[in-house]
């Protein structure tokens, strides 16, 4: 799959569920309305969706949301999954993951061919922690990272920078991922979705923030890329990668390669746009799979060239409607 911009769209980002066991006070409100069941993709769609975009070029496929865990009986659609990296058509199978239930599972996926996770994690202060998530229980995430790690998971810790709530952790953070060899990755937060509080409270720029560790930590810049919007560097006194994702200091688009699925099978070509193509109904339809291949197709010709993110001061909403949780981080 080729975009108008000469783009190989080769991973997808699919949304299970927009429900979480967290509140986090950046992505959610404390009361959500979630979806009705009719309207959420059961996992059998859910697997042939995938499929066909794997059929289609995607060779990396990360299951998010929501928090993916809580979504019941998830370890049937990985296990479904896993048969087309068995075929050498799927690279990698990964997931973005809260942390909460990974005690539960994390020797399940690495059976079923999860190789490397994502986690996020915002603090290493349990008052802060609960405070942040509303409802997360740090302990629990601590021991889900352990045993992720003691399954052979390879993981990534992602930590939205929050001006005034935990800037003040960062070097503990880097500290904590080089003592068990995590990469660590800083988010600048976007403005996704009602949430209760000012989001422009919240916003650190991270150029500010990188400039501040520089004065402390050695800061090699890295080649590395993963065709995404982050930029890393090489973290000398630890040896571990240090990624920034900043969508509103830094123009990320030329080299994206990825769109989104919702777990209602919207299609959402850009995280920053609202431009989007419904693929349930002609999911619904039948067992036209050249039908979807088609609609995808077309879906694609539309990706946009870029995003307009802005933090709207005067306004103070959204430059996207949509909580993080319905197109998955
Ligand atoms: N529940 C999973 C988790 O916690 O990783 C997956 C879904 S969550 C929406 C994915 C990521 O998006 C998390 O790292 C979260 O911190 C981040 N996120 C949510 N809302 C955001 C926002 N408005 N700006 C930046 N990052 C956000």
Redesign the pocket.
Known sequence: MRDPFGRDITYLRVSVTDR?D?R?V??MAEHMTFLPKAEVLSLEELDRLCSRFIAKGVAKLRL?????LVRRDILWLFARLARHLESGALEELTL???GSQLGRFATDLVALGVKRI???L?TLNPGRFRALTRWGDLNKVLAGVGAAQKAGLKIKI?T?ALKGVNEDEFDDLIRWCGAHGFDWTL???????DIDGDRTEQYLPLSLVRADLAKRWTLVDSDYRSGGPARYATIGETGQRLGFITPLTHNFCESCNRVRLTCTGTLYMCLGQEDAADLRTLLRAGDDDAALDAAIDEAIGRKPKGHDFIIDRRHNRPAVSRH??VT??
């Open positions: 979480c967290f986090c950046y992505c998010t949301g929501g928090e993916p973005t993951t809260n994502n986690v996020s915002d992602n939205v988010i600048e937060t976007m403005p996704l979705g993080m949780s998955g981080g």
